[in-house]
C-alpha cells in the first residue's frame, strides 16, 4: 500500500535509553517530517528534510536527531530517553508541485519513557 | 511568529446538525492552508488543502472557506454524522518548505 509506513506502533523505554523510530515512504517524496503530539494538543515540528542527505531542525528538535540517506527513508533518533519526550511520534512526507502540497502522514509511533 | 488558534476545543452536536469549525491565523502571508482529520489513535487524514488564491474548497459534506485578509478558514459540515466524530487540526505551512504550524484542535462528537 502506498503510504507512510511507522514502526514501532507502541514503545516503552527507561530514561536515559536509546531507540530509533523508523518512517518510510513508498511515494517517491521529496519532503519529510518528524512531528510530536502532546495529549490534546497540535503536532510540533521536530525535523525535516527536503531531499536525500539533507536535513533542518524544526521547532523542538532537542534531544533528538535525525538522518536521511534515502528519499524513502527519514528515521529519528532519540539519544537519551528523557520523560519529556513521551509522546506521540508522526512522520509526514509531502511531493512536490502544485496538485502535491498537500501532506501525507504516518499512522504514529506512541512513545512511553519510565 | 504564526501562531493558529482553533475555537472551539471541543463540540457535542447532535446528528444531522451542520456545523461549523474555526480556524485562526496570526500572519496573513500563507501558501495554503489545510485541514486535517484526527481519529482517536490514528494519525492525520488530510481533508481540504485550500491555496493562498483561492476563496474555498468542497469535498462532498466538507466545505472550507479561506478570507486571508482577516486571517480566517472554516470548516462546514453539513448534515452531520457519528461518524464525522473526530478531531479536527487545521495547519499553515511556515514558510516554502512547507513545514506546518498546527493548531490545537477542535474535538467533535455528533450524538446519534
Known amino acids: 500500500n502506498a503510504g507512510v509506513t511507522q514502526t514501532p506502533k507502541f514503545r516503552i523505554l527507561k530514561i536515559g535509553q536509546s531507540m530509533t523510530l523508523q518512517c518510510t515512504q513508498d511515494?517517491?517524496?521529496?519532503?519529510m517530517y518528524w512531528y510530536r503530539q502532546d495529549p490534546g494538543m497540535g503536532l510540533k515540528l521536530i525535523y525535516y528534510?527536503?531531499?536525500?542527505?539533507?536535513?533542518d531542525k524544526g521547532e523542538v528538535p532537542n534531544g533528538y536527531n535525525v538522518s536521511r540517506s534515502t528519499t524513502e527513508d527519514f528515521p529519528l533518533r532519540l539519544e537519551l530517553a528523557a520523560p519529556s519526550q513521551t509522546s506521540v511520534y508522526f512522520c509526514?512526507?509531502?511531493?512536490?508541485?502544485?496538485?502535491?502540497?498537500?501532506?501525507?502522514f504516518g499512522s504514529g509511533t506512541r512513545l512511553t519513557v519510565v | 511568529k504564526q501562531e493558529v488558534t482553533q475555537i472551539p476545543a471541543a463540540l457535542s452536536v447532535p446528528e444531522g446538525e451542520n456545523l461549523v469549525l474555526n480556524c485562526s491565523f496570526t500572519?496573513?502571508?500563507?501558501?495554503?492552508l489545510q485541514w486535517f482529520r484526527q481519529d482517536p489513535g490514528k494519525g492525520l487524514t488530510s481533508l481540504l488543502l485550500?491555496?493562498?488564491?483561492?476563496r474555498e474548497q468542497t469535498s462532498g459534506r466538507l466545505n472550507a472557506s479561506l478570507d486571508k485578509s482577516s486571517g480566517r478558514s472554516t470548516l462546514y459540515i453539513a448534515a452531520s454524522q457519528p461518524g464525522d466524530s473526530a478531531t479536527y487540526l487545521c495547519?499553515?505551512?511556515?514558510?516554502?518548505?512547507?513545514?506546518?504550524?498546527f493548531g490545537s484542535g477542535t474535538r467533535l462528537l455528533v450524538r446519534p
Open positions: 509526514a512526507s509531502r511531493g512536490q508541485g502544485a496538485v502535491n502540497y498537500g501532506y501525507t
Open positions: 511515494m517517491n517524496h521529496n519532503y
Open positions: 528534510s527536503v531531499g536525500a542527505g539533507i536535513t
Open positions: 500572519d496573513s502571508a500563507i501558501y495554503n
Open positions: 485550500i491555496q493562498s488564491s483561492q
Open positions: 495547519a499553515v505551512p511556515m514558510d516554502s518548505s512547507y513545514k506546518l504550524i
